[in-house]
């Protein structure tokens, strides 16, 4: 057999070997291994040996420590190869909206809030973003330059959730709060509390504008959800409510509305998601989503643009009609994603997240859906690989990770805050961004907002 050894290493492991033989009181081994080899007394005597006592296990205590480092840094590598597989070049991602996905470091941390942050919205049109916390305030930031613009004060307790919409040229920015209420700001003038919404019995956890659909088109519902086990529909102009909506058997904890505002999804500590059709008089849960083995934190509508991919993951051979609702994500304290059909029919578990998944939201290019965690990541999981996880920022926050927004999409050669405010369909209202946004005409903006109990927002962005 070859030597691995040259005669000089040979040597000195000899020595190192009849050492720790001898330190260890197997003395007729090593008297043994000495005559074999020919190393008599005269050549390594007791004082040389006392010399290489330590040698041998000092030599294979690191042998194992560098063994281990360098299987760590294999698997490293390995995992960073199948992110560079799965990713599309920089270069062209970069300059490809569709196929954007955030990177670490945020470009923005964004601090002020005394509590964790339990919620963050986009203004649709200026470089605004609200984020909503636990301290009982809101504050508004500009998202480009990171800096903080003001604080509201109004709720009594806890801020749950913020979303802008409404029909002021989709401008109007409400909050729901657990001091029961909802309350609408106007942010041209100077965020002004204009109306608060009484009505739940228990703390009002989500809170969405309805897009113009229902009722003529008028844009001026929202609905809310609440630990009273309700969801109701107001009238924004009016400051009634229109519609109560019982189904759930818990705490109502997420509500996500449909693009053309005829459906709602819900999610519930009752361990369901729930499709209501609001478009009819007496609105009744259209599908149930059932499957969760723990309380269902969050929810998401996918977008006409993931039709096709999750066609193919649900095993349709041609992707859907355009209806508005054809699949749907929910997020659970059982740590997985579950990907929905119209019918209620779960056609996908995602499995990864370490804890409490808190946050959805499908990529607007329709290839990915991106989702938050109490595990403090972010992951990406992309729809054309039948929803493998393509990508995680594991250093997306210090902690608990609550909430996760995308930027809306800019249509251009539509004036939205001027004009129409979508009360009739007019070319350039409400209406026409919806169906813009339904038909790809709508330009990307590759912005996220996150916000955790670490007390910090972080914008990511191109």
């Given at each position: 057999?070859?030597?691995?050894?040259?005669?000089?290493?040979?040597?000195?492991?000899?020595?190192?070997?009849?050492?720790?033989?001898?330190?260890?009181?197997?003395?007729?081994?090593?008297?043994?291994?000495?005559?074999?080899?020919?190393?008599?007394?005269?050549?390594?005597?007791?004082?040389?040996?006392?010399?290489?006592?330590?040698?041998?296990?000092?030599?294979?205590?690191?042998?194992?420590?560098?063994?281990?480092?360098?299987?760590?840094?294999?698997?490293?590598?390995?995992?960073?190869?199948?992110?560079?597989?799965?990713?599309?070049?920089?270069?062209?991602?970069?300059?490809?909206?569709?196929?954007?996905?955030?990177?670490?470091?945020?470009?923005?941390?964004?601090?002020?809030?005394?509590?964790?942050?339990?919620?963050?919205?986009?203004?649709?049109?200026?470089?605004?973003?609200?984020?909503?916390?636990?301290?009982?305030?809101?504050?508004?930031?500009?998202?480009?330059?990171?800096?903080?613009?003001?604080?509201?004060k109004g709720h009594t307790k806890a801020?749950?959730?913020?979303?802008?919409?409404?029909?002021?040229?989709?401008?109007?920015?409400?909050?729901?709060?657990?001091?029961?209420?909802?309350?609408?700001?106007?942010?041209?003038?100077?965020?002004?509390?204009?109306?608060?919404?009484?009505?739940?019995?228990?703390?009002?956890?989500?809170?969405?504008?309805?897009?113009?659909?229902?009722?003529?088109?008028?844009?001026?519902?929202?609905?809310?959800?609440?630990?009273?086990?309700?969801?109701?529909?107001?009238?924004?102009?009016?400051?009634?409510?229109?519609?109560?909506?019982?189904?759930?058997?818990?705490?109502?904890?997420?509500?996500?509305?449909?693009?053309?505002?005829?459906?709602?999804?819900?999610?519930?500590?009752?361990?369901?998601?729930?499709?209501?059709?609001?478009?009819?008089?007496?609105?009744?849960?259209?599908?149930?989503?059932?499957?969760?083995?723990?309380?269902?934190l969050c929810c998401a509508i996918a977008?006409?643009?993931?039709?096709?991919?999750?066609?193919?993951?649900?095993?349709?051979?041609?992707?859907?009609?355009?209806?508005?609702?054809?699949?749907?994500?929910?997020?659970?304290?059982?740590?997985?994603?579950?990907?929905?059909?119209?019918?209620?029919?779960?056609?996908?578990?995602?499995?990864?997240?370490?804890?409490?998944?808190?946050?959805?939201?499908?990529?607007?290019?329709?290839?990915?859906?991106?989702?938050?965690?109490?595990?403090?990541?972010?992951?990406?999981?992309?729809?054309?690989?039948?929803?493998?996880?393509?990508?995680?920022?594991?250093?997306?926050?210090?902690?608990?990770?609550?909430?996760?927004?995308?930027?809306?999409?800019?249509?251009?050669?539509?004036?939205?805050?001027?004009?129409?405010?979508?009360?009739?369909?007019?070319?350039?209202?409400?209406?026409?961004?919806?169906?813009?946004?339904?038909?790809?005409?709508?330009?990307?903006?590759?912005?996220?907002?996150?916000?955790?109990?670490?007390?910090?927002?972080?914008?990511?962005?191109?």
């Amino acid at each position: 057999m070859a030597q691995l050894l040259t005669p000089r290493q040979a040597d000195e492991l000899h020595r190192a070997l009849i050492a720790y033989l001898t330190s260890n009181n197997l003395t007729s081994t090593a008297a043994a291994l000495r005559a074999e080899i020919g190393l008599g007394e005269d050549v390594f005597d007791t004082a040389t040996a006392k010399k290489y006592e330590g040698l041998l296990e000092k030599k294979w205590t690191s042998v194992v420590r560098l063994q281990k480092k360098i299987m760590d840094l294999e698997a490293r590598n390995a995992a960073l190869q199948s992110e560079l597989d799965n990713a599309t070049p920089t270069s062209r991602q970069n300059k490809d909206p569709v196929n954007w996905l955030p990177k670490s470091p945020a470009r923005h941390t964004l601090q002020s809030h005394r509590n964790p942050i339990t919620c963050v919205a986009f203004h649709p049109v200026f470089s605004s973003l609200a984020s909503g916390s636990e301290d009982q305030t809101i504050k508004i930031w500009d998202w480009e330059l990171g800096e903080l613009e003001r604080t509201i004060k109004g709720h009594t307790k806890a801020v749950l959730d913020v979303d802008f919409g409404g029909p002021r040229g989709n401008t109007l920015l409400a909050s729901c709060s657990s001091d029961l209420t909802i309350k609408l700001w106007d942010p041209s003038d100077d965020y002004k509390n204009i109306r608060t919404l009484p009505g739940h019995d228990h703390s009002v956890s989500a809170v969405r504008f309805i897009p113009s659909g229902v009722a003529g088109g008028s844009s001026n519902l929202l609905v809310s959800a609440s630990r009273d086990k309700t969801l109701r529909i107001w009238d924004v102009t009016t400051g009634y409510c229109v519609k109560t909506l019982r189904g759930h058997a818990e705490w109502v904890r997420d509500v996500c509305p449909s693009i053309d505002g005829k459906f709602i999804l819900s999610t519930s500590d009752d361990y369901t998601g729930r499709l209501w059709d609001v478009s009819v008089a007496n609105p009744e849960p259209k599908a149930t989503l059932i499957g969760h083995e723990h309380v269902v934190l969050c929810c998401a509508i996918a977008p006409a643009a993931s039709y096709p991919h999750l066609a193919a993951i649900a095993g349709v051979k041609k992707p859907p009609a355009t209806s508005a609702v054809e699949f749907m994500a929910t997020g659970s304290r059982d740590k997985t994603i579950r990907l929905w059909d119209a019918r209620g029919t779960c056609i996908k578990i995602l499995v990864g997240h370490d804890n409490w998944v808190r946050g959805l939201v499908f990529h607007p290019g329709g290839k990915y859906l991106l989702s938050v965690s109490d595990d403090y990541t972010l992951r990406c999981w992309d729809l054309a690989q039948e929803g493998r996880c393509v990508k995680t920022i594991s250093d997306a926050h210090g902690h608990f990770v609550q909430c996760i927004r995308w930027a809306p999409s800019v249509v251009k050669d539509v004036p939205v805050a001027n004009g129409s405010d979508g009360q009739g369909g007019e070319a350039n209202g409400t209406p026409k961004k919806t169906a813009a946004a339904a038909t790809g005409e709508a330009q990307i903006r590759c912005v996220i907002a996150t916000g955790s109990v670490d007390l910090n927002v972080r914008i990511f962005a191109n």
